[in-house]
């Protein structure tokens, strides 16, 4: 704690010194998932922040610094047998991240998103000032700043609720032949108990697989745990879709812990896959064993941004009412063209909220929402990109729904605030004197014109839009990063995991 406090002396310090310029600033805290494009220029350096400083076994909480990654996370709770009740699904999301963003996974629908399960957090204001935020202390500040996108300060450390860890989770993987059955299983799923998690993969229109599972700590002698993090193991989704492929009945498997909660890293859910598509290489086991280490998320996010290929590939999250989703897919589908689609049930939390969020009311209370995951190749043209991702907002906004902002967002500031508080969230500003950070429009929104001028000074952005030079470059870039040496060690770590 005490270095801990130090580089909050340090951090507080420069972060005055902005303040006091009158200029903004950006946070730089050593990696993202966002796919949002990056321009920094002025920065605080948070990246040393990245600690857990203590699990109390007692109370069940950790004490955890914004830059440990998930991962990291799972494995030091672990040592203690407990684990946090929402652990998003790559493991180099961060806890800060998690916070400042929209994170969810498929306990959300029980826990919400991953904030819920926050107990308090550091921050550093805009002025330099080290404040705690909480359900009784600044509680504006605890709900507002999450989803904020850390455009109201800076998180610098974070109790964290846990709950008791057991082995395994009892996987059950239930086939369905439409959309709509599909999105009637995860309802009918989300009110059983003895789920912990709930999430569906949609493969067609004809085949959607609902995946539940429930904690264990022991297997039927019959059973042979199935594992993901081998580089000989399947993709998680192939192997889902192999199952169940011509079979109308349900599958159970015992999956370890941690391969469960990290079980769409190895191919980043069917991302992986449109690397291979992109460099016209074979798909199969064999080449996905071979290339293991460059098929993790974290070398996949880093090479996705290096390549630029982020600007013509969809990476989106959005959440909508479950009486809409079976009309968006189909929209998607008419109009994208892109599967497989990943559902996940997510439970709202009271606002006013920059996560997502409806105004569906069930048994008089606010309903749950579905969120639709879509990550796909788009059109090529920037032109036409741009189009289908206003097309895409639109028809989102026409039935309901709301998308993470850690993708691209083009929608006008008016579109925007129409969804939000803005109210709410400039009085939060004033308050907590945040009015000289970037508001949250301005970091979310891509700024098309600034991109087009951009590739046209830049002949390393020009050479990068001809194949495959964008993709040699982003791998080139992603091996310097020795990201792939990161997910080698902890997919190792996790295979150990103190597990039996």
């Not at 922040?49 to 709770?77: F, Q």
């Not at 957090?121 to 359900?135: F, P, Q, R």
């Not at 199969?284 to 070398?299: A, E, P, Q, S």
Request: glycine share 8%; aromatic share 12%; hydrophobic share 35%.
């Amino acid at each position: 704690m005490e270095t801990h406090q130090q580089n909050v002396v340090k951090i507080a310090a420069s972060v005055r010194q902005f303040y006091e310029k009158k200029e903004g600033f950006r946070i730089n805290h050593g990696s993202t998932n966002s796919t949002r494009p990056r321009r920094h220029n002025r920065v605080v350096d948070i990246g040393m922040l990245s600690n857990v400083l203590k699990v109390d076994t007692e109370s069940r909480t950790a004490l955890v610094e914004p830059n440990v990654p998930m991962d990291r996370l799972v494995e030091a709770t672990l040592n203690h047998g407990l684990i946090p009740p929402v652990v998003m699904e790559f493991p180099g999301i961060t806890t800060g991240g998690g916070y400042a963003g929209t994170a969810g996974e498929s306990s959300s629908f029980k826990y919400g998103f991953f904030d819920r399960t926050i107990n308090s957090v550091e921050v550093v204001l805009a002025d330099g000032e080290v404040i705690t935020a909480s359900e009784t202390e600044n509680a504006d500040l605890f709900r507002g700043a999450a989803g904020a996108v850390g455009t109201l300060g800076i998180t610098t450390l974070i109790e964290l609720q846990l709950n008791e860890a057991k082995k395994f989770v009892k996987t059950t993987y239930t086939p369905k032949s439409s959309v709509a059955d599909t999105i009637s299983l995860i309802q009918e799923e989300i009110k059983n108990p003895q789920n912990e998690y709930v999430d569906a993969i949609v493969f067609s229109k004809t085949h959607g697989v609902v995946v539940t599972g429930a904690l264990a700590d022991s297997i039927p002698q019959s059973a042979k745990p199935q594992t993901f993090n081998n580089p000989s193991d399947p993709w998680f989704y192939l192997h889902v879709q192999e199952k169940t492929a011509h079979s109308s009945t349900q599958i159970t498997e015992y999956i370890p812990l941690a391969d469960y909660l990290f079980r769409y890293d190895r191919g980043g859910f069917w991302v992986g896959a449109s690397a291979f598509s992109y460099f016209k290489f074979p798909f199969n086991r064999l080449t996905r064993w071979f290339l293991d280490d460059f098929l993790h998320t974290r070398m996949l996010y880093r090479a996705l941004h290096a390549s630029g290929e982020s600007n013509r590939y969809v990476v989106q999250d959005m959440a909508l009412p479950f009486a809409n989703m079976e009309r968006f897919v189909e929209w998607c589908d008419g109009n994208l063209g892109i599967w497989p689609l990943w559902l996940c049930p997510l439970r709202q939390g009271r606002g006013p909220t920059m996560h997502p969020h409806t105004e569906e009311v069930v048994d008089g209370k606010l309903g749950p929402m579905l969120n639709i995951g879509l990550w796909g190749f788009g059109p090529k043209r920037s032109e036409k990109f741009v189009e289908m991702n206003r097309l895409l907002e639109g028809k989102l906004r026409e039935l309901g729904g709301m998308k993470w902002l850690y993708a691209h967002t083009y929608y006008n500031r008016d579109e925007f605030w129409q969804q939000y508080d803005r109210e709410s969230y400039e009085a939060l500003r004033k308050e907590y004197r945040a009015t000289t950070l970037p508001d949250v429009y301005d970091k979310v929104k891509v700024d098309v014109e600034a991109n087009k001028k951009e590739l046209r000074e830049s002949w390393s952005l020009w050479a990068r839009s001809f194949w495959p030079l964008g993709g040699i470059w982003g791998l080139y870039k992603a091996i310097r990063s020795g990201d792939y040496l990161v997910a080698r060690k902890s997919a190792w770590r996790r295979m150990g995991g103190g597990r039996d």
